[in-house]
């Protein structure tokens, strides 16, 4: 029985590469042989503990790869064709999926509900910070990747980029649209990123890291706020003359940023929420306007399908975009493990690490 | 200078029929002799003192009536005409406006900003629990009766339909939907008959008064709960097989019914709020899915303008849903008083009056 | 070789009942044993040489049955279970359903493009006027049909009540709405139907042949209009005080039908086209408003899979609209050949017949 | 009574300058001094007596100005302002900008109807081709100028940039879409900007003048196509793969454009059509699919109002793009007769001409 090496979830504190099966092709699966991956924030909540994983379980939900063997009832695609797969894996055929609620797929018929949905590499099934993944439901997965893009520039669709533009999207944003951003980890930044390719014309990015503040800018921010130096809900509603944002986009998972979020809305404004909570969240009466504002609060699960992978890298192929600078460091799989300590502790001005394989 | 009666609240616990000037009328105003009108919820708070007004206001913002006189620049209109104007009167030259936000227009150019956006009768400008009220930008806001409705039968259009209407339609319900409505007062009420025009096929009420559920039956819902004997949410989930509902509609402004509201959502299902809240709310976590679940909270105020009254009517007109089955009691405007005392006290299984002129 | 009968194409003018192989099972299809399906109007210019099939086809696409055998990638469902499936079978992996177009399947990935999109059945893969039929895409479009509902309650759901609701969704058929209908054979019937559910306060429907506007009144219809007794663009002018419709939905696929649909529009109206077309339409310039009106024209293909089934069934359950008196007339599987003289002949007032297996 | 020059239309051929009285300002209106304005291709069109108007009418419907003077029920401006209005001038009071179509005003309670529905200058009232003009229901339509842009930076505004971008818009333009552009005249090319702010990923423009394709490719255009060179369907369908295109914009006129923005439609791809037609259409049956391929065909009237002149003001003012080089000739109004013969006959390679006043 053919072995890989894997990042594996082993207890709270602890993922290590190990030694592990490499997977047999299920009908509908396509086994991919990873070249490239990366690190999320959700993998740090799972190294911690915070997030629940079984233990053994393979981390990662971000492959490129090469098909390596495909299901017998996988038509369509070929071996040995590049390709990446979303971190969420719609099956297609759920009842979910049927009306459009792609990143919902447990939900439907023949998967168990679990709060996150459709989201299954590293997560319910073995993820990809290892040689191999197996691919479910591969027809709906497999995004052949176009000539000429390399592994780096893609390896943001799966999650970073498809999450950040379906804040924008969630948002509604529209042409000549003011948008405010809450955080600019990766998320954030590319959720500025979305609402500036979909026309906001003022965008206004709040952190406090310079290294994410300056990224913020060179992705197209307008005005940027750190909140170490002023309150960010003055400070937006001073630079919209106290007209409130169109659209607001929480991309952190906290009280402070969503609460703030809710503040800077005009009415009829939508909070256009990306963050993963840990905690309740609190509804201040004034800031909703005790339910008076025709507002929105709009939350949005990562989309995947090979559709959605296949539109995000053709705007990395329009050069519309570049997110290689968001990669800042790289390992190789077998020091995943420095990479994870380096990322958890966001050290070295760390945005995102690729890892290849 | 003549003089009318008007209902005008005088201190908290006051709301008392004084004898008051009746207004000039200005350019884009019209003067309207009300023959109909009715006592709302929000009414209530403000005789408690729980929603400031300046003192000396006349209150209410349902009005039925005839045209008696028109502004300088008012066209389109006949004085005689019978008309009702919306709760909220959009001037329809406002920013707000013109985007479409016609219920938020106190946030445009012209008027200053308050919680409750583009609400003016018995609020920012005196209302219509009087002989006389003037309508602001009549041109927006009157709407003709159609031959052959009575005054009761156009009685809920200006808030409760209009309102109640918007909770199913902000929440998007389509044909075979699953609905969940909480609370059945009469905003609530008109929420599950709009679900039900709308083409939801499964619509549940939760309430526990027995003179609602029963009205809540005759307007079409599926099922009712009634939440003093079983757990509403327990009991939707059962009877939804566990999917729950495509859009649950919140209409009381409580906690309960919001988290209940959130706790039925099937993934990617909507929140459609219309209660006005008095607390800061909570967000569980795990109701909310971590964020994670493509659930969306749409708040909706009351839609006015007379394009609105005339949609509202042609449903009264055609036939499709009967209202005045809502007005359970009568009083003329002498006896008002009397009748905010069996109104805010809910007494004798009121669901609203009918105040005629 | 087990073989079973089925209603062939064997040349234009003739469809004949023949006996077959069974079909074999493919890991991702599901062999339906048919126990009752239809004739549809598409079957009809099949049989005329009008839409081109290959000689030996299979003819027919409104299935209900009962689940023979599952192949052996499918999960979720069990042999024995009563299911229906759509006319169109999306397969739910296209790049086209992965975006939620999920009719027209043809276009994605895996399959050629046609002009008729996602539909197989009876067109490019056997249908189910036999006594067994083959669904493709099996998880994706096997329908468990709900206890209590008969064959025939739930016979038109696979094409004419999806198609003819579709009439209204696509048109976005909204509360209040003034709806025209031209023409009012079963199609035209449901979409009527669809729009009295989406909350439509005036529907006018267009025909001539009485038994047609009579089950049309039976359905909520308004006002009818028969065209050989008056202009019906005039009719429904006069009905709406010359403010055209807001939604005019064409279902006979001519000339005629399109232009008066057209013309009925106010500024800002849509033309929701559901018919098949043999010719090239004309658009007048008028009729048009030159291209300034702000009007759409949208066309739509019967929507499929087991979601959009699961919705349609919960329909008939509710009871809000019963359709099984479209079905006029009845024949077993033997006697197809008559049932197809009387349907293509529309002999003795014929809507649909049920033809049982 | 004082005068001012106007360029007035006095019979098909001629347009010239003459001295008319400065007219009288009412409750509602506003009163403009112009200080820049253009002219445009509908300007030619009643030049050369194709489209009607009276006789002594002012011609012109893009002006920028200052106001000279409010009617006694304008609120919310100051004499002096510098302002725009948009070439559509919605009253906001009528029941068609009260459902939101704010370009199809003439349709509502208080105007007749006419195939322009809401445009007003140059049309049913005289223009701003002169010195003076007046804005009706001035509180919905005068927008002010943010300082620091000039009259040049907002003369696209009022009608070009508004019609233009309502192509892409209308048209639903998604980011990662392919959208091709039919015809590259000023309002061509801004519907192709407009697309490109939206998030297309490519856009394809079709031309034949090299100043158009040039300045196409300046917007962000990524492959134009000369229509004089190769048959532009073949040409799109081959940059596109074979796939279409998610959005055709049709931005001329003709049966030709129309023609070919329907053919390289995907299954599901929209029309988006801006162009003011002079002959009927045609529809080839093979062209639309027989009306089965999801298709939608949607027109656009110049969005107008206030809140529209803000937002398009505010994309000149982020910088995101610059339409001052569509302006390659400019006039004073004394010289407005010899501009209209250079722009009439395209000489020069004439995009836009600004008139200074």
């Not at 072995?3 to 997977?23: H, T, Y």
């Not at 970073?160 to 948002?171: C, L, P, R, V, Y």
């Not at 890291?209 to 197209?220: K, S």
Request: net charge negative; hydrophobic share 40%; aromatic share 6%.
């Amino acid at each position: 029985m053919p072995k890989m090496k894997a990042a594996v979830f082993v207890e709270p504190g602890r993922i290590v590469l190990e030694s592990k099966p490499i997977p047999d092709v299920g009908p509908l699966d396509a086994l991919l042989r990873v070249t490239t991956t990366t690190i999320c924030g959700t993998d740090v909540h799972i190294l911690r503990g915070e997030y629940p994983v079984i233990k053994g379980l393979t981390i990662g939900h971000e492959p490129v790869g090469v098909i390596e063997k495909l299901g017998s009832a996988v038509a369509g695609f070929q071996e040995g064709q590049r390709v990446i797969a979303g971190a969420i894996t719609p099956s297609g055929y759920s009842n979910a999926c049927l009306c459009g609620q792609y990143s919902q797929d447990g939900a439907g018929t023949r998967h168990g509900f679990k709060p996150m949905g459709g989201w299954r590499f590293g997560n319910t099934i073995d993820g990809c910070q290892a040689e191999f993944v197996l691919v479910p439901d591969a027809m709906a997965n497999l995004a052949p990747v176009p000539d000429g893009l390399t592994d780096e520039q893609v390896l943001m669709c799966p999650d970073i980029m498809s999450t950040g533009f379906s804040g924008a999207e969630s948002g509604g944003v529209r042409i000549g649209d003011t948008v405010a951003v809450f955080a600019q980890g990766p998320i954030g930044l590319c959720a500025a990123a979305g609402a500036r390719l979909m026309g906001a014309t003022t965008i206004i990015a709040v952190d406090t890291v310079p290294e994410r503040l300056t990224m913020a800018r060179a992705l197209g921010v307008d005005h940027v706020v750190d909140f170490q130096q002023e309150d960010p809900v003055q400070a937006i509603l001073g630079l919209t003359d106290g007209r409130g944002v169109d659209v607001a986009i929480e991309a952190l998972g906290t009280q402070a940023t969503f609460e703030g979020a809710l503040r800077v809305l005009r009415p009829g404004g939508t909070l256009s929420s990306l963050g993963v909570y840990s905690t309740d969240l609190r509804i201040p009466l004034d800031a909703f306007a005790a339910g008076l504002g025709d507002n929105k609060i709009v939350t949005s699960l990562c989309p995947g399908g090979k559709e959605r992978m296949r539109r995000l890298m053709s705007v990395i192929a329009s050069g519309r975009i570049d997110l290689k600078s968001l990669v800042t460091h790289r390992f190789t799989l077998d020091r995943i493990e420095e990479a994870y300590e380096l990322f958890a502790n966001q050290r070295d001005g760390v945005l995102k690490v690729a890892i290849s394989v």
